[in-house]
């Protein structure tokens, strides 16, 4: 499991109102609540934003209400991969239980830049910046998360074990 995309970057304490403003939490459509993905911070992100690329962000993104609907509108957008130097707690949750694929590393939020070319390697928990050059080193997903990522979340993880 790989990751690699442009990179789009956030400051500290973005929470899930500036990911998806609570105005827009009754559209059943994922894509509608995509194209409206941190437009209250970044209103060119959902029109800029291609499969794959990467969101990097400093400390405690994700804070802020416990709604599912903000890594959703994340991953549903077409970000492969969130990497900060730390997450909310209910937000790192939901993340996975969605398939979303997020790291901490202090290192990586620090020096990439927007526009940067990034690639991650889940398995390693190496993160590339190809735009500069330079490697940094995450956590590892266990074995375990890995598997939820691939299933696509908590759910499809659950159905693969039970229909073993």
Do not use: W
């Amino acid at each position: 499991m790989n990751a690699q995309g442009k990179v789009f970057k956030y400051g500290d304490n973005i929470d899930t109102d500036a990911i998806i403003a609570a105005r827009y939490l009754n559209t059943p459509d994922y894509k509608d609540l995509a194209s409206h993905c941190m437009q209250d911070i970044d209103t060119v992100f959902a029109k800029a934003v291609k499969e794959g690329d990467i969101i990097v962000a400093m400390k405690n993104f994700g804070c802020g209400s416990s709604r599912e609907h903000a890594p959703i509108a994340i991953k549903v957008a077409g970000i492969s991969c969130v990497i900060a130097k730390s997450f909310a707690r209910i937000f790192y949750r939901n993340a996975f239980n969605i398939g979303l694929p997020i790291l901490e590393c202090e290192e990586a939020a620090d020096k990439i830049e927007a526009g940067d070319e990034v690639s991650v390697d889940f398995k390693s928990g190496k993160i590339t910046n190809v735009t500069k050059n330079e490697t940094y080193q995450a956590e590892p997903f266990p074995d375990f998360i890995q598997q939820i990522i691939s299933s696509e979340g908590l759910v499809g993880y659950v159905k693969n074990k039970l229909s073993k």
